[in-house]
């Protein structure tokens, strides 16, 4: 199933959001984007999450805005030396080497780490490692709830499903009473067509005999009766509580019913 959650935490000029998108998968298949102030965290967001998420193909961004009144304390300011130098190393070796090639020096030193880089005396502090774990577990909650809005409307489609399926079960039967009688008399009156023909009389017993027998094959009702408890066993796995996902049941209880009806 699709999934979504969100969570939030605010620490001094921070706000820090834990976003979590999911599509349905067999098994779990993790990615994880975090802002580089909660690169040394990766790891342990990850064991965070396993355990929480079970199954799906998940995608979790944690990232971090800044305070507009704030944004000029917390970001980096440009180093200008480290772009002075850089700048006119990168202008002579372009004239020197290709002059006639457009070349945008200017955005080749931005991308030079020394020129623009974060804080290197920043990290998490256990305050808000602390903010940060619980924000997780809010995400997860968030998102497991909208997972479980998306379950309920499954859930209701399926009952409504196995209820028409259970109508026409119920239709069968009086159709079935009338269906051996009838096909009794057709075999009787192809075997008075044969007896006219070729002026052969019909032996009644081993004829009685062998509609037993014929019968017998045509009886459905040992598949009525699977299909009535593949039906009710299908709701009642729906109503599981265990945390495992019962996906793969489901699956196998429905390709039962399929092999009753056909």
């Known amino acids: 199933m699709t999934g979504y959650g969100k969570a939030e935490y605010h620490f001094a000029n921070r706000t820090t959001i834990v976003e979590i998108r999911s599509l349905n998968s067999k098994q779990l298949d993790l990615t994880l984007k975090v802002a580089p102030?909660?690169?040394?965290?990766?790891?342990?967001?990850?064991?965070?999450?396993?355990?929480?998420?079970?199954?799906?193909?998940?995608?979790v961004t944690v990232y971090s805005?800044?305070?507009?009144?704030?944004?000029?304390?917390?970001?980096?300011?440009i180093n200008s030396e480290a772009f002075s130098y850089y700048f006119q190393q990168l202008s002579a070796?372009?004239?020197q080497l290709?002059?006639?090639?457009?070349?945008?020096?200017f955005s080749?030193?931005?991308?030079?780490?020394?020129?623009?880089?974060?804080?290197?005396?920043?990290?998490?502090?256990?305050?808000?490692?602390?903010?940060?774990?619980?924000?997780?577990n809010e995400a997860v909650v968030n998102y497991n709830r909208f997972r479980e809005?998306?379950?309920?409307?499954?859930?209701?489609?399926?009952?409504?499903?196995?209820e028409a399926i259970r109508a026409l079960l119920s239709e069968v039967e009086p159709l079935e009473k009338s269906r051996t009688e009838k096909i009794k008399q057709?075999?009787?009156?192809?075997?008075?067509?044969?007896?006219?023909?070729?002026?052969?009389?019909?032996?009644?017993?081993?004829?009685?005999?062998?509609?037993?027998?014929?019968?017998?094959?045509?009886?459905?009702?040992?598949?009525?009766?699977?299909?009535?408890?593949h039906l009710d066993y299908f709701q009642t796995t729906?109503?599981?509580?265990?945390?495992?996902?019962?996906?793969?049941?489901?699956?196998?209880?429905a390709q039962e019913m399929g092999r009753e009806i056909n």
């Not at 290709?98 to 020096?105: K, N, R, T």
């Not at 309920?152 to 489609?157: D, H, N």
């Open 65 to 77: 805005t800044d305070s507009a009144d704030d944004m000029q304390q917390s970001y980096t300011p």
């Open 93 to 95: 070796l372009k004239n």
């Open 98 to 105: 290709c002059p006639l090639e457009q070349i945008d020096v």
């Open 238 to 253: 729906m109503q599981a509580t265990e945390i495992e996902s019962v996906g793969k049941k489901l699956g196998f209880i």
């Open 37 to 59: 102030l909660f690169r040394d965290k990766e790891n342990e967001i990850r064991q965070i999450l396993i355990p929480l998420l079970i199954r799906g193909k998940v995608d």
């Open 149 to 162: 809005q998306e379950g309920r409307a499954l859930e209701a489609m399926f009952n409504d499903k196995i």
């Open 108 to 136: 080749a030193v931005l991308r030079i780490p020394d020129v623009l880089k974060t804080k290197a005396d920043e990290a998490v502090s256990d305050e808000e490692w602390e903010m940060m774990k619980t924000t997780i």
């Open 186 to 229: 057709r075999l009787l009156a192809q075997l008075d067509e044969w007896s006219k023909e070729t002026g052969q009389e019909v032996d009644k017993n081993r004829f009685e005999a062998e509609m037993i027998y014929y019968l017998e094959k045509l009886d459905i009702t040992e598949e009525k009766v699977r299909l009535k408890n």
